[in-house]
């Protein structure tokens, strides 16, 4: 199994709701990421996970929690979110943080 | 600093052109990283090239080629006979080794590639 697998594929939530993106991966890595990226714009780093503990936040802001329960699962709770941010998040895996990175498909989420 | 251009933004080609995205990166490290990525309209990231900063040596993968010269920091990429399903955004990537860089991916601004039928 090759695949960083993402759910929900598309996501519509309100301002107050409260949402989880999650990521699943099964090659082994022991790197995980969370990526934000608007349209026409490169990915945009929020999160790594390396062995299970936060290593890297990117100043991103509270209504974005990072969850890592196991080395395959990743998740994302989202609370009180903006509608600006409304993008394309992505999750990815290394072997080890910063090599051969592999990113699954994605999670377009919609805030209304 | 750090930094990764591709300049140019949109691409359009008409169907078994040849054509060749642009990378030009900058770092004050020795040991680094390259990275090709395509993004199709569906969304993921598709991987398909990493090279390291000792091997200079050019890579073939079907009709993709990669061109790397550390003398002018370029890492650029050659679709030979193109064909509709290449139409997608492609970035370069520059990942550092540096103890403080978290090899961090620093992206470049993506080159969207059109192929017209």
């Known amino acids: 199994d090759t695949e960083v697998t993402q759910t929900p594929k598309h996501l519509v939530m309100g301002m107050t709701n409260k949402k989880s993106l999650k990521c699943e991966q099964h090659m082994g890595h022991r790197a995980m990421y969370w990526y934000k990226q608007k349209a026409k714009k490169p990915p945009e780093l929020m999160f790594v996970y390396s062995y299970e503990k936060l290593s890297i936040n990117e100043s991103v802001p509270s209504r974005f929690s990072p969850e890592c329960p196991n080395s395959s699962l990743l998740n994302l709770h989202l609370h009180a979110l903006q509608p600006e941010d409304s993008a394309l998040y992505l999750c990815a895996s290394s072997q080890v943080q910063g090599y051969g990175y592999t990113f699954g498909s994605g999670t377009r989420l919609t805030v209304v | ?117």
């Open chain 2, 1 to 117: 600093a750090q930094k990764v251009t591709q300049a140019q933004t949109e691409i359009s080609v008409v169907e078994k052109e040849d054509v060749t995205l642009d990378c030009v990166y900058e770092t004050r490290d020795t040991t680094y990283y390259l990275f090709w990525y395509k993004q199709p309209p569906s969304g993921e990231l598709v991987f398909l090239i990493r090279r390291n900063s000792f091997d200079e040596q050019n890579e073939i993968s079907g009709r993709y080629s990669w061109n790397f010269q550390k003398s002018t920091s370029s890492f650029n990429f050659t679709i030979t006979a193109s064909q509709v399903v290449d139409s997608a955004v492609y970035f370069c990537a520059l990942s550092e080794a540096a103890m403080d860089s978290n090899y961090q991916l620093i992206w470049g601004a993506g080159t969207k590639l059109i192929i017209k039928p």
